[in-house]
């Protein structure tokens, strides 16, 4: 149950989240603006949803500002990182205010530095944060679709902590305390417990 501008706030499952968004009317526009672009294994991903799920649980009545909205999709025939762009700026044109990101995940592993990815749900699991580790789409219906490959219980209990994937290597937990350290998301959301490595 959630009530948006007060009141009690409880997500306990990913159709909770799947109902919270789908009423969002901002957040509806900008997944119908990306589904227009008719993406391989497309998802909108990480702190709009993030986000958007803190706010809540937090009675937020305003939301917080994000720094981009995260449109990944995974396609091997055209991995150039100018058709990014491209897409990009097709996206701004439909909605200018948006603060638009696209990337293609066949090339990603590249700047990544790691083994290629499998899909797009591939490279979500391997995101820093379990609390970022989300994607958002539209099926063929207009219905929200959401993925969460390391689970939603996290996000939706305020807890902050590295996927798997960043906890096998020194090198990968010091980037997840980095970026802790450098979002300062206590300071956003301070009912957020952090868990440290």
Same mark, same amino acid.
């Given at each position: 149950?959630?009530?948006?501008?007060?009141?009690?706030?409880?997500?306990?499952?990913?159709?909770?989240?799947?109902?919270?968004?789908?009423?969002?009317?901002?957040?509806?526009?900008?997944?119908?603006?990306?589904?227009?672009?008719?993406?391989?294994?497309?998802?909108?991903?990480?702190?709009?949803?993030?986000?958007?799920?803190?706010?809540?649980? #937090?009675?937020?009545?305003?939301?917080?500002?994000?720094?981009? +909205?995260?449109?990944?999709?995974?396609?091997?025939?055209?991995?150039?990182?100018?058709?990014?762009?491209?897409?990009?700026?097709?996206?701004?044109?439909?909605?200018?205010? +948006?603060?638009?990101?696209?990337?293609?995940?066949?090339?990603? #592993?590249? +700047?990544?530095?790691?083994?290629?990815?499998?899909?797009?749900?591939?490279?979500?699991?391997?995101?820093?944060?379990?609390?970022?580790?989300?994607?958002?789409?539209?099926?063929?219906?207009?219905? +929200?679709?959401?993925?969460?490959?390391?689970?939603?219980?996290?996000?939706?209990?305020?807890?902050?902590?590295?996927?798997?994937?960043?906890?096998?290597?020194?090198?990968?937990?010091?980037?997840?305390?980095?970026?802790?350290?450098?979002?300062?998301?206590?300071?956003?959301?301070?009912?957020?417990?952090?868990? #440290?490595?």
């Amino acid at each position: 149950m959630y009530v948006l501008g007060g009141g009690i706030f409880l997500l306990k499952n990913k159709e909770d989240v799947r109902k919270l968004i789908q009423a969002d009317d901002e957040m509806m526009e900008i997944l119908q603006a990306a589904n227009t672009l008719n993406l391989p294994d497309w998802w909108i991903c990480a702190g709009f949803i993030r986000a958007k799920i803190w706010d809540t649980l #937090h009675g937020f009545t305003k939301r917080t500002t994000i720094p981009d +909205v995260d449109v990944i999709y995974f396609d091997i025939e055209t991995i150039d990182e100018q058709e990014e762009k491209i897409l990009e700026a097709k996206l701004k044109n439909k909605m200018p205010n +948006v603060p638009w990101s696209v990337k293609n995940e066949a090339r990603m #592993h590249i +700047v990544n530095n790691i083994p290629p990815y499998t899909s797009s749900v591939d490279a979500i699991s391997k995101f820093p944060e379990t609390a970022t580790a989300l994607g958002v789409k539209l099926d063929k219906e207009g219905k +929200v679709i959401v993925t969460a490959p390391c689970g939603i219980a996290d996000v939706i209990n305020l807890q902050l902590k590295p996927t798997p994937y960043f906890t096998e290597t020194r090198e990968r937990e010091a980037i997840y305390e980095e970026r802790i350290r450098k979002k300062k998301w206590k300071s956003t959301w301070n009912k957020l417990n952090i868990y #440290h490595t």
